[in-house]
């Protein structure tokens, strides 16, 4: 018999020819030949997945994943040869090998080695790729003696931190005990041959006592006519020091480090043994656990309980059916995958995770393991930074999202992105594996189509919401300057310099001033509610004469054709040479820089064509004379927006809430984009803050942007 035919025998365990499974067996027999330093032979990794009965493909993969055949066979080659399948495996594998530039030395914490293993799974389209790379990490630590003490100590981290914990989550014990105790044995040499030597030391002896409990199992269960198996549980050193650690006792104490497990057909029969057990001896009923009722998270299920036998020395039995052992040795592939902050899978998951777990008993099945593949993982993606930092992304997230995540004011500046190297629109869609680097300009500001959800430049609510937040800043700082403005002039009028704005904010029950100077600006509080609160903190020796009501003016100012503004009747006011209102018109003053305010007729073409910003800047004046007149004015109010179900019922309300009349409205959509234009005529209340009406429309969903106009007539 020849070689290839010996491996294939060896791996496929068969007799029956299977020309690519040969064919397979020969390329690795081949790269065998080839000495490379520290490279792991995809033989040796073949043969452990053969004792973990993994499936034909998986193993064919395995064997052409040689490193030394990626030269002479490229992916194309391969797909040639063994089909679409295969090759996607074999691509999946030759990427993981090509993954050691990250290890625990380039993570900050705890976090990113998380986000890490997170990432190896994630990376890897078919679950078996990632037992493949689990295999070749296990041959690599079988000959990492032989290398020098840097790498055994590199190589012996990454396991620890990353590949044993991803065997775990798996449920791959076989893979997992071997993958501890070896990357222990060379991270704390001595500590691995003390344990080593302590259970060694009482080896006969605890050997002897198993066998006692073993027989005296088999005398109970002879006459119960439940067919089962009994067997001594290997101990692992790794797992001994953990409790030793854990629990800070000698290893004698540990009361698990002699044990049995029964195997049984029925879960039935788990508990009918249970019952017997405990008949029998006494038992520790702290040490009891039934994973059975509460698995672990990575699915396994037993019954442990611990019993105390002859010369009162501890025993733990585990009971468990033979599918559980199964499961338990081979593992499943995605029943660690809990939603974030650990609380159970939801019904439609763990019916795909039902899948995963027929993944090696039913190995005969290629269709099913076809279906079986880490699209289970769909909430996150993994990318990375220039300098290889994981980060953690909602999937769907884009270039800009990224940008976001990592700081808000590099997603403000944000203009563009290259993704692996390559210029790629802002829109385009992260995949786990991506590098991302972000291109900024300094100064740089969000752009509102970025709000657009039609346009698809923002998959994250969250970063939504911090566009959202920086249109709303804008209006906040203008609003705090206007609060600031208005108490200083009032202040000013009550001859109450001496009163600080902390004392008035106080009365408002505002820790914050520019909290008081934006409600102040907004009109949340009132001219008057100012008057009153400044007046109460005036002391009555302080007290000048009795300033009049801001509504009226002072008698001395009294002169025919002169105009004051409202609340602030000390203002210095001008007649505007544009329009020259007279006492027949109906008014508004403009706050300028520096030169007082302007008079102008409502319907003055300058004041009309205002932009939204200079808005702000009107106050409410009236002639000397006459009381200001309450009445309502016409304006059209103009949105932008994106369409959507209910957009126009959730705009009336909010206007309705402002006690806001619409007379007239047209809508408009451009099919294009979604875009939604609205034309509102409305009646306006003189009192009515239209800066903090359009920034409420604007909190809206989907609402881009606002306006207002005032129009030429008066409404009836």
């Known amino acids: 018999m020849d070689s290839v035919q010996t491996l294939y025998q060896t791996i496929f365990k068969t007799d029956e020819s299977d020309p690519l499974a040969l064919q397979a067996c020969k390329m690795a027999l081949e790269a065998e030949k080839e000495e490379h330093k520290g490279l792991v032979r995809s033989i040796d990794a073949a043969t452990i997945l053969s004792d973990l009965k993994l499936d034909r493909d998986t193993l064919i993969a395995t064997l052409i994943s040689d490193m030394g055949l990626e030269q002479?066979?490229?992916?194309?080659?391969?797909?040639?040869?063994?089909?679409?399948?295969?090759?996607?495996?074999?691509?999946?594998?030759?990427?993981?090998?090509?993954?050691?530039?990250?290890?625990?030395?380039?993570?900050?914490?705890?976090?990113?080695?998380?986000?890490?293993?997170?990432?190896?799974?994630?990376?890897?389209?078919?679950?078996?790729?990632?037992?493949?790379?689990?295999?070749?990490?296990?041959?690599?630590?079988?000959?990492?003696?032989?290398?020098?003490?840097?790498?055994?100590?590199?190589?012996?981290?990454?396991?620890?931190?990353?590949?044993?914990?991803?065997?775990?989550?798996?449920?791959?014990?076989?893979?997992?005990?071997?993958?501890?105790?070896?990357?222990?044995?060379?991270?704390?040499?001595?500590?691995?041959?003390?344990?080593?030597?302590?259970?060694?030391?009482?080896?006969?002896?605890?050997?002897?006592?198993?066998?006692?409990?073993i027989d005296s199992l088999e005398e109970m269960l002879k006459d119960s006519g439940i067919e089962h198996h009994i067997s001594?549980?290997?101990?692992?050193?790794?797992?001994?020091?953990?409790?030793?650690?854990?629990?800070?006792?000698?290893?004698?104490?540990?009361?698990?480090?002699?044990?049995?497990?029964?195997?049984?057909?029925?879960?039935?029969?788990?508990?009918?043994?249970?019952?017997?057990?405990?008949?029998?001896?006494?038992?520790?009923?702290?040490?009891?656990?039934?994973?059975?009722?509460?698995?672990?998270?990575?699915?396994?299920?037993?019954?442990?309980?611990?019993?105390?036998?002859?010369?009162?020395?501890?025993?733990?039995?585990?009971?468990?059916?033979?599918?559980?052992?199964?499961?338990?040795?081979?593992?499943?592939?995605?029943?660690?995958?809990?939603?974030?902050?650990?609380?159970?899978?939801?019904?439609?998951?763990?019916?795909?995770?039902?899948?995963?777990?027929?993944?090696?008993?039913?190995?005969?099945?290629?269709?099913?393991?076809?279906?079986?593949?880490?699209?289970?993982?769909?909430?996150?993606?993994?990318?990375?930074?220039?300098?290889?930092?994981?980060?953690?992304?909602?999937?769907?997230?884009?270039?800009?999202?990224?940008?976001?995540?990592?700081?808000?004011?590099?997603?403000?500046?944000?203009?563009?992105?290259?993704?692996?190297?390559?210029?790629?629109?802002?829109?385009?869609?992260?995949?786990?594996?991506?590098?991302?680097?972000?291109?900024?300009?300094?100064?740089?500001?969000?752009?509102?189509?970025?709000?657009?959800?039609?346009?698809?430049?923002?998959?994250?609510?969250?970063?939504?919401?911090?566009?959202r937040h920086w249109f709303n800043q804008q209006n906040k700082e203008a609003n705090t300057e206007s609060g600031e403005t208005l108490f200083n002039k009032e202040a000013r009028r009550l001859h109450a310099e001496h009163i600080s704005a902390e004392e008035v904010a106080e009365r408002f029950k505002y820790e914050q001033l520019d909290e008081f100077y934006e409600a102040l600006g907004k009109g949340q509080i009132n001219e008057r509610q100012l008057t009153n609160a400044i007046q109460k903190l005036i002391k009555p020796e302080e007290d000048k004469p009795q300033a009049r009501p801001p509504s009226f003016p002072p008698e001395e100012s009294a002169e025919p054709g002169k105009a004051f503004v409202i609340g602030a009747p000390r203002l210095k006011t001008t007649i505007a040479p544009c329009c020259e209102p007279t006492e027949n018109d109906q008014i508004v003053g403009y706050v300028t820089r520096g030169r007082g305010v302007t008079i102008h007729k409502k319907e003055c073409p300058n004041i009309l064509n205002l932009t939204f910003e200079e808005q702000k800047r009107l106050i409410e004046v009236a002639w000397y004379n006459a009381e200001p007149q309450e009445t309502t004015y016409e304006a059209t109010l103009q949105i932008l927006a994106f369409d959507r179900k209910g957009l126009l019922r959730d705009i009336m309300m909010e206007l309705t809430q402002w006690d806001i009349n619409v007379n007239n409205s047209d809508t408009r959509t451009d099919k294009s984009d979604g875009s939604v234009s609205m034309t509102l005529e409305i009646d306006v209340e003189p009192h009515t803050n239209m800066g903090e009406l359009l920034d409420q429309l604007e909190q809206i969903q989907n609402v881009v942007s606002t306006s207002v106009n005032l129009n030429k007539q008066q409404a009836s």
């Open 72 to 213: 002479r066979y490229p992916i194309e080659k391969i797909s040639d040869e063994f089909g679409d399948h295969i090759a996607q495996m074999v691509t999946g594998v030759r990427r993981l090998n090509h993954f050691k530039e990250f290890h625990p030395a380039t993570t900050s914490n705890e976090v990113q080695t998380e986000r890490l293993r997170q990432m190896l799974l994630a990376m890897t389209s078919d679950i078996r790729i990632m037992i493949v790379k689990l295999a070749f990490r296990v041959a690599r630590l079988r000959t990492l003696k032989n290398e020098p003490e840097a790498i055994r100590q590199q190589i012996a981290s990454e396991t620890q931190f990353i590949f044993a914990p991803l065997a775990n989550r798996l449920g791959i014990a076989q893979l997992k005990w071997e993958l501890e105790d070896l990357s222990f044995r060379f991270l704390q040499p001595d500590t691995y041959k003390e344990v080593a030597r302590q259970l060694d030391a009482k080896r006969l002896g605890r050997e002897a006592y198993i066998q006692g409990i």
């Open 232 to 467: 001594g549980r290997p101990k692992h050193i790794y797992s001994i020091w953990k409790k030793m650690s854990r629990k800070n006792v000698p290893i004698d104490e540990l009361f698990d480090l002699r044990a049995v497990r029964i195997y049984v057909d029925t879960v039935q029969q788990c508990y009918e043994v249970l019952g017997m057990i405990h008949s029998r001896w006494p038992y520790i009923k702290e040490e009891f656990d039934d994973y059975i009722a509460n698995p672990k998270e990575n699915g396994y299920q037993s019954i442990h309980t611990v019993i105390i036998g002859s010369e009162n020395k501890t025993v733990e039995i585990q009971i468990r059916t033979y599918e559980m052992h199964r499961h338990a040795e081979f593992g499943v592939a995605a029943h660690w995958r809990y939603k974030e902050g650990g609380k159970s899978i939801d019904p439609a998951l763990e019916q795909s995770i039902n899948l995963v777990r027929q993944m090696l008993e039913y190995n005969d099945n290629p269709d099913l393991l076809n279906e079986i593949s880490t699209e289970l993982l769909t909430e996150h993606i993994y990318v990375m930074t220039p300098k290889n930092e994981i980060i953690t992304m909602s999937k769907g997230s884009t270039p800009l999202d990224f940008a976001y995540q990592i700081h808000s004011e590099l997603g403000h500046r944000c203009r563009g992105a290259k993704i692996n190297g390559k210029i790629m629109p802002l829109t385009y869609q992260l995949n786990t594996g991506d590098t991302v680097e972000i291109l900024s300009v300094k100064g740089g500001t969000p752009n509102r189509n970025w709000l657009n959800p039609n346009l698809h430049y923002l998959g994250s609510s969250r970063s939504r919401a911090k566009v």
